[in-house]
T-cell receptor, first 112, second 112 residues
Framework: EPEVTQTPSHQVTQMGQEVILRCVPI?????FYWYRQILGQKVEFLVS????????KSEIFDDQFSVERPDGSNFTLKIRSTKLEDSAMYFC??????????FGPGTRLTVL | DQQVKQNSPSLSVQEGRISILNCDYT??????FLWYKKYPAEGPTFLIS?????DKNEDGRFTVFLNKSAKHLSLHIVPSQPGDSAVYFC???????????FGTGTRLTIIP
């Protein structure tokens, strides 16, 4: 069964450093998303991406964040200058024609 | 702004019995609802969904009920199995917005 994959599974970085989280969505999906879950809190929407542009973003998704689909398969989330409060699990999701979003296993980001 | 609420942070159920997980929402624009299951260190896994034109959707051991007037949905699992032990999230969206709004989750423990 096709699945969303994410790398790395765990990323440790120093505050102020840039990180890039990578995702390979399900191949025939056209809609892509990033969510995050801070420990003990709920899963929060960050951004949605369709047709090579951001279609919606949340208040969390400020100028420090960017997304890109550099080729036909990868979908990346970049955080330019990480802060301690960016420590969280980051989930990539994709969907096709239905409203069901399929999630990847997540990347645990730890900012020291 | 908790638009989707799961008021029970945890629930314990005897194996073989029915598990009932509840979810309430406040945004009357929501018209599509999903339940996800999440194991530790994994991404949310889609379980079952329901659109607002229905009041019930069934898939094997899982049934979701929607009461639009009460803005309430529930997930029934019967019979409950040890492998059902996980955190369950309800999520909602409206067709005008792509993002999913998640509840805080209910940790279900099935007691053998």
């Amino acid at each position: 069964e096709p699945e969303v994959t994410q790398t790395p599974s765990h990323q440790v970085t120093q505050m102020g450093q840039e990180v890039i989280l990578r995702c390979v969505p399900i191949s025939n999906h056209l809609y892509f998303y990033w969510y995050r879950q801070i420990l003990g809190q709920k899963v929060e929407f960050l951004v949605s991406f369709y047709n090579n542009e951001i279609s919606e973003k949340s208040e969390i998704f400020d100028d420090q964040f960017s997304v890109e689909r550099p080729d036909g398969s990868n979908f990346t989330l970049k955080i330019r200058s990480t802060k301690l409060e960016d420590s969280a699990m980051y989930f990539c999701a994709s969907r096709g024609d239905s409203s069901k979003e399929f999630f990847g296993p997540g990347t645990r980001l730890t900012v020291l | 702004d908790q638009q989707v609420k799961q008021n029970s942070p945890s629930l314990s159920v005897q194996e073989g019995r029915i598990s009932i997980l509840n979810c309430d929402y406040t945004n009357s624009m929501f018209d599509y609802f999903l339940w996800y299951k999440k194991y530790p260190a994994e991404g949310p896994t889609f379980l079952i969904s329901i659109s607002s034109i229905k009041d019930k959707n069934e898939d094997g051991r899982f049934t979701v009920f929607l009461n639009k007037s009460a803005k309430h949905l529930s997930l029934h699992i019967v019979p409950s199995q040890p492998g059902d032990s996980a955190v369950y999230f309800c999520a909602a969206s409206d067709f005008g917005n792509e993002k999913l709004t998640f509840g805080t989750g209910t940790r279900l423990t099935i007691i053998p």
